[in-house]
């Protein structure tokens, strides 16, 4: 015998510890149907901490040139700057819609996400999803948004919270309308946060928040508010899908 048993047994469990950590990528899924277009479902727009996954998972549909739901057709997603997805790659389901969870990179800003179908004859089609990662102190704030202020300014109703925005005369801005809320400089965030709008010559129903919330919350606050505005409050940099 030239060859002693380590030779065969190491490679074997190096094999199988690197199948537990890394599952081998599955085989392409073969179609079973195509469709002419892919849409955004649900899951665009949420806001996690850097790495971490999105609270809700993204889903899209493809449909056909009449725009019906198409079952088994295929869906892929990508995205650059270290965003993963579970699974990136499958077919559509019965309804025709296809589900992944997404993880962010480890870079605080947006992310552009991309969910891809083929035609019969290999033509693309696509989606265009955006999310948004954030740091520590953001996430505090979008905590403290969700406790204190989103009631008044998302007028959104969700089956856990019903949107008081429409009862209020005066008008509170969603903190994503980046049109309005980059216009006012951090010092006059922090003083309408803090004195209310009363203190301001605004809206009295606008509450104050200076006894209620230290200073570094009320940063935190800022920060949210700068990091989900839609035009961005400061340009940053978008990490584009490479497909
Ligand atoms: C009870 C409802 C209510 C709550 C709760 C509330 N706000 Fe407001 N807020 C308003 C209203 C109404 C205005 C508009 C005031 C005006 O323009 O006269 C306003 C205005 C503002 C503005 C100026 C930009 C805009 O939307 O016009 C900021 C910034 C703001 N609020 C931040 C916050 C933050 C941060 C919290 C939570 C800590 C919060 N608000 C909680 C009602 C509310």
Do not use: T, V
């Given at each position: 015998m030239n060859r002693t048993w380590w030779a065969w047994v190491i490679p074997m469990m190096a094999g199988v510890g690197a199948c537990a950590r890394h599952p081998a990528t599955p085989l392409e899924p073969q179609p079973k149907a195509f469709g002419a277009e892919v849409i955004l479902v649900s899951g665009d727009k949420q806001v996690a901490g850097v790495g971490a996954q999105l609270d809700q998972p993204v889903v899209v549909q493809v449909n056909d040139s009449k725009g019906s739901a198409v079952a088994g057709a295929p869906v892929r997603f990508a995205a650059a700057g270290g965003v993963a997805f579970q699974p990136d790659r499958g077919l559509t389901g019965s309804d025709g819609q296809f589900t992944t969870n997404v993880s962010l990179g480890g870079m605080a800003g947006p992310y552009q996400i991309v969910a891809a179908t083929t035609d019969s004859s290999g033509k693309r089609a696509e989606v265009r999803i955006e999310e948004i990662a954030v740091g520590y102190q953001e996430r505090l704030g979008q905590q403290l948004n969700a406790i204190h202020?989103?009631?008044?300014?998302?007028p959104e109703s969700t089956p856990e919270r019903v949107s008081n925005?429409?009862?209020?005369s005066a008008q509170a801005h969603a903190f994503t309308e980046g049109a309005v809320l980059?216009?006012?400089s951090d010092a006059n965030l922090i003083a309408i946060i803090s004195h209310g709008g009363a203190a301001l010559?605004?809206?009295?129903?606008?509450?104050?928040?200076g006894n209620r919330l230290t200073k570094s919350e009320i940063d935190a606050l800022v920060a949210y508010i700068r990091a989900v505005s839609d035009p961005p409050y400061r340009p940053q940099g978008v990490f584009y899908a490479t497909n």
């Open positions: 202020c989103i009631r008044c300014h998302d925005h429409d009862n209020l980059n216009a006012i010559n605004k809206s009295p129903e606008m509450p104050p928040y």
